[in-house]
């Protein structure tokens, strides 16, 4: 099933709206990502999606609702107590997630486990994690990444939504890490490369080259992405969780078109 990113945006808004609280910004950044793993693998199945950025689940949720696995009426218990949709994945009332994800910087280790998990037991597929770039602030990220390499294992690809943004401002006002992110991921033993984020052919060119190859380091990408990407008033770090006024929804839902 072909996946419109766009309307995947427009469900986000009309959750958001609807319990006038959630992640807009973040979610926006990774439409086109979703819209990819969602069309290209099983996700859920042999393949796994650690969403390590776990305020970006709105975007999980409009996918799954896309593809008929959320009905319309869990789609209305969005951020609802005791709700399968919380405002961060919970695997444990929404089984069909792959992790219950939500402090960040805990992602990538997470995923590393799925991916011994499936070394040992012998099965196909692969593990995504995508983290924010804020989120690599966290040490543990970095542990993670220097652990991983002396693995031996290719099945994990670590993805980054490097739309620039963070909760309280632009994130390389906070740390010098951005402005040679992919020279210090490398250097830690793994083929790291920068692609377009919202370029879908790009994407799936990218996540084709890592599964025809014979890999003998692990693959990350970076995707250089705009937070609150398709929306002109929305691109713009302030939108990491703001709740548009009636005004703005209307001239979102013209600008995603759709």
């Known amino acids: 099933m072909k996946i419109n990113p766009n309307v995947l945006r427009k469900k986000v808004i009309d959750m958001v709206v609807a319990k006038q609280s959630g992640h807009i910004g973040g979610a926006f950044s990774m439409a086109e990502l979703t819209s990819v793993l969602y069309e290209d693998y099983d996700i859920g199945g042999k393949d796994k999606l650690i969403l390590s950025k776990g305020h970006a689940v709105p975007i999980i ?42 402090s960040l910087g805990q992602g990538l280790s997470i995923a590393i486990g799925h991916s011994l998990g499936k070394n040992l037991r012998g099965e196909e597929g692969t593990v995504f994690c995508v983290l924010g770039d804020g989120e690599l602030q966290e040490g543990q990220v970095w542990e993670s990444l220097m652990y991983y390499p002396k693995t031996k294992l290719t099945n994990l690809v670590c993805i980054i939504d490097w739309n620039k943004g963070q909760n309280d401002g632009y994130s390389k006002d906070f740390s010098i890490m951005y402005d040679n992110l992919q020279e210090r991921i490398s250097s830690f033993g793994w083929s790291c490369k920068v692609i377009d984020g919202h370029d879908m052919d790009a994407i799936r060119y990218e996540m084709r080259e890592i599964g025809n190859v014979k890999h003998h380091m692990p693959q990350c990408i970076i995707l250089d992405t705009i937070k609150g990407k398709g929306v002109s008033f929305m691109e713009d770090p302030s939108w990491h969780c703001k709740v548009p006024t009636e005004k703005e929804y209307e001239i979102a839902m013209k600008e995603l078109g759709v």
């Not at 593809?67 to 919380?86: A, N, V, W, Y």
């Open 61 to 102: 949720y409009a996918v799954l609702h896309e593809l008929g696995q959320i009905t319309d009426e869990e789609l209305d218990l969005f951020r609802e107590i005791d709700s399968p949709l919380q405002g961060h994945p919970d695997k444990e009332r929404l089984p069909i997630l792959d992790a219950t994800t939500g």
